[in-house]
């Protein structure tokens, strides 16, 4: 029982940390299972994704578009009529932002600056991901010869990035309240 008791701070932040994120999956995962496909197919998290990233293209100047897939759960995303990539639940950014949001739990201040740095956290990882989305269909268009190291190595590290460094900024402002010592 003394390990326990010298490593209470280690085993507490590791029963938030994974308790939240079983628990928050959990709860995406019966969201998923139950969430309608019509009008916003696959449901509307990943439906929204694929709009924006969409409109962000077009704003690069592109002729684009997005469609409902017919063969999987995604939607289609073209530059020029042919459609390069396709964005699935998992492009969406919500496990990402779970595993950010669970660690951060894990970590918490007081109430008011966790919540505001998870909703402003959540905000700057599901913006850049539909950036890293957009950047990446624009890369594939351009130069599809690099399409595996894109999609499998620079854009997750860079979302994966993102997250490390909104935990260090967390952390590095993380100052536990430490309670008075009797004397």
């Given at each position: 029982m003394e390990i326990f008791r010298k490593n209470k701070a280690v085993i507490k932040f590791l029963g938030v940390f994974f308790g939240t994120y079983i628990l928050l999956t959990i709860a995406y995962q019966l969201y998923l299972d139950h969430a309608p496909d019509q009008p916003y197919f696959p449901e509307i998290i990943t439906h929204m994704v694929a709009l924006q990233t969409e409109s962000l293209i077009s704003l690069f100047g592109y002729d684009t578009n997005s469609i409902p897939s017919h063969y999987d759960p995604s939607m289609?995303?073209?530059?020029?009529?042919?459609?390069?990539?396709?964005?699935?639940?998992?492009?969406?950014?919500?496990?990402?932002?779970?595993?950010?949001?669970?660690?951060?739990?894990?970590?918490?201040?007081?109430?008011?600056?966790?919540?505001?740095?998870?909703?402003?956290?959540?905000?700057?990882?599901?913006?850049?991901?539909?950036?890293?989305?957009?950047?990446?269909t624009i890369g594939i268009y351009e130069i599809p010869e690099y399409q595996e190291f894109m999609h499998g190595t620079l854009f997750p590290a860079f979302i994966y990035g993102l997250v490390f460094l909104l935990w260090i900024v967390w952390i590095k402002n993380y100052k536990p309240k430490v309670k008075p010592v009797n004397e």
């Open positions: 289609r995303i073209g530059i020029n009529g042919g459609y390069l990539v396709r964005v699935v639940e998992g492009c969406n950014a919500v496990s990402v932002i779970i595993l950010f949001l669970s660690f951060i739990l894990a970590f918490k201040k007081d109430f008011k600056s966790t919540v505001l740095f998870i909703f402003a956290g959540s905000v700057i990882i599901y913006s850049l991901n539909v950036i890293r989305i957009a950047l990446l």
